[in-house]
């Protein structure tokens, strides 16, 4: 989830001091504004666009491109970060150096706080197709994925006002002049309906766009984050809505994780009724998790924004929105009529070049809507055949849509047109992989995207995951490692990493105490994790320790009880114990789950 907020009280001061230092973003308005024009909208009332920043959806992310000091970047669009930031390995990748953050900065989100915050300055930050000198961000949180430099926060979108029409692939800057009690959804229809509510004041501490909405008519205080991929409420305003966690209908949802340190459990619950302005939504499952953010009860997620256009009017204290049709919460299921009702409610805006056509067809991919989707994307490749990207995005939603065949016939279109795409020649291997193509030809991709990848990349653990799931865990080892090497232990996806890279040890059954280190510096990180635990049960099975790997697995199967992997490496730690009848019920149990499992696992040796 995408909402960053700050620690109150000392942090006063350094906040000041922050937003002072980034006065050159507003600045770049008075720039933009010259560039494009205002219309009269209303008797009195002029609006006017000052900028239009392309969006393209990453499944339930937002990502916008902007440039830094040259170089292409790519940003979560987050209206839930208070202000602008990279990630450690994306200041290491574009070489910029770092100073300690203002005094008593701290920064909370889902996931905790972290007050390992540091300062960067970019020399050119450009957005907007506009160059802005000496831009500053914060430098803190974790890998964030393949390809995200960081997060474009509020500092950027409480400029003006800011409409999110996510689903058309844009968010708009704009301002409106004498227009105080006039309707801002200048888009509606005068049959199309729309809602309106008021928003909390927004100032440069407190920027969040904050209003209330109904649970259950329970009243729960919302905030709007389009960097969180799905709406979330917390633990106690579900409660307050009559729905607790171990209710009829709650079920487990695994964890979930922000910019803090930590992962926080989560479950999806069934809701009667959630109601915000005129818009009510019955029967539906809402997420729920920890947000650790004192006063607000619930995020509004992308998910949200992707089945409305949103109108944020910082002038009026307002927010104006539509709901362009289909499911607002539960994306994963959306039914062809209601993708239709979707494309029947707005219709205004069609799009006029590739471009547009592509981020309108990721947008649909997103709601997996993938015939719409797949139909925008083929316009786009139309419309801009050397265009490697569209290619790809095309790929993607072929391979989403299960046509793993059309899929690589498009991963193959985009690295023609660009041989070093590093997510072409990964999405390609992906799908060689799942269809058992001849391993030489994934090698091939793996080592091709390696040597295109910069060091920092985060691509590079799936890149490993890859190279395992061939049998190659020495060259998995050596991805993770290069993951690991350039991050701070305080990620929140480090405990995987080194779990991963102990798997991959124990595996190929060498370097055997750099395993058990990795897993134990895993576990301290995770107490508990029964994946961690499998894989030091493995470790200690390999260095023949079988009463620790036993311990291991009992531990691992309490939590997990249906873990093949732990049943077998048990069965075997029994029987070379001597422990025949145990041993044998055990490796029984682990062939009834996966029959696969005594050959997998004798091809490297691991057998009674």
Not at 158 to 165: H, K, N, S, W
Request: aromatic share 8%.
């Amino acid at each position: 989830m995408g909402v960053i907020t700050v620690a109150t009280g000392r942090t006063r001061r350094g906040l000041t001091s922050l937003h002072t230092a980034g006065r050159g973003l507003p600045l770049l308005l008075v720039a933009v504004a010259a560039l494009l024009g205002s219309r009269s909208y209303a008797a009195g009332c002029t609006l006017g666009r000052l900028a239009e920043l392309p969006v393209t959806m990453n499944g339930l992310r937002p990502l916008v491109h902007a440039k830094i000091n040259g170089n292409d970047a790519v940003f979560v669009a987050d209206s839930g970060a208070f202000y602008s930031s990279l990630t450690p390995a994306a200041a290491t990748e574009f070489k910029l150096s770092l100073t300690p953050a203002p005094f008593g900065l701290i920064v909370r989100g889902v996931g905790g706080e972290t007050r390992a915050v540091y300062l960067t300055k970019v020399k050119t930050f450009t957005i907007f197709d506009l160059p802005v000198p000496n831009v500053d961000f914060l430098v803190l949180g974790n890998d964030m994925g393949e390809g995200v430099a960081g997060l474009l926060g509020q500092n950027v979108f409480r400029i003006a006002d800011v409409e999110y029409d996510l689903a058309k692939g844009a968010i708009r800057l704009m301002r409106p002049m004498d227009c105080k009690n006039v309707n801002l959804a200048y888009w509606v229809t005068k049959s199309q309906p729309y809602s309106v509510i008021d928003i909390d004041l927004a100032i440069p501490t407190q920027p969040h766009t904050v209003g209330v909405a109904y649970l259950n008519g329970s009243k729960i205080h919302v905030m709007f984050d389009t960097g969180a991929a799905t709406s979330a409420l917390t633990p106690e305003a579900a409660k307050r809505a009559g729905v607790s966690l171990d209710g009829p209908g709650v079920v487990s949802a695994g964890y979930t994780s922000g910019i803090g340190r930590n992962v926080v459990k989560a479950w999806i619950a069934p809701f009667a009724s959630f109601k915000i302005g005129d818009e009510e939504i019955r029967n539906t499952r809402l997420r729920i998790a920890d947000l650790g953010m004192p006063g607000t009860d619930m995020l509004i997620g992308a998910d949200f924004f992707l089945s409305h256009r949103v109108y944020v009017a910082s002038s009026q204290r307002k927010l104006y929105f539509t709901y362009n049709g289909g499911p607002v919460f539960n994306l994963a299921q959306a039914p062809a009529a209601e993708s239709a009702a979707s494309e029947a409610a707005d219709t205004a805006g069609e799009p006029t070049d590739a471009a547009g056509f592509a981020r309108r067809g990721a947008a649909s991919a997103a709601r997996h809507d993938y015939a719409h989707a797949i139909a925008d994307l083929t316009r786009a490749c139309e419309l801009a055949p050397t265009e490697a990207s569209y290619f790809y995005e095309r790929g993607l939603a072929h391979g989403q849509n299960k046509e793993p065949d059309l899929a690589l016939a498009d991963f193959d279109a985009a690295i023609k047109l660009k041989p070093d795409d590093v997510a072409a020649l990964v999405a390609r291997a992906s799908v060689r992989a799942g269809r058992h193509d001849p391993e030489a030809a994934i090698v091939a991709d793996l080592e091709q995207a390696d040597r295109a990848a910069p060091k920092e990349d985060p691509v590079r653990m799936r890149i490993g995951y890859l190279y395992g799931y061939i049998g190659q865990p020495q060259a998995a080892i050596a991805q993770f490692s290069k993951w690991i090497e350039v991050r701070e232990r305080g990620d929140v996806h480090m405990s995987n990493a080194l779990n991963a890279r102990c798997w991959a040890r124990a595996w190929w059954g060498q370097e055997l105490e750099q395993a058990l280190a990795d897993c134990n510096a895993a576990l301290k990180l995770s107490p508990n994790t029964a994946s961690y635990l499998d894989s030091r049960g493995l470790v200690y099975l390999r260095q023949n320790q079988y009463d620790k790997a036993i311990a291991d697995y009992d531990a691992a199967l309490r939590l997990q009880p249906a873990n093949a992997s732990s049943l077998y490496g048990r069965g075997v730690a029994r029987m070379h114990k001597g422990q025949g009848a145990q041993g044998n019920a055990d490796l029984s149990a682990a062939a009834a789950l996966q029959p696969q499992i005594a050959a997998e696992m004798g091809k490297h040796g691991i057998s009674p």
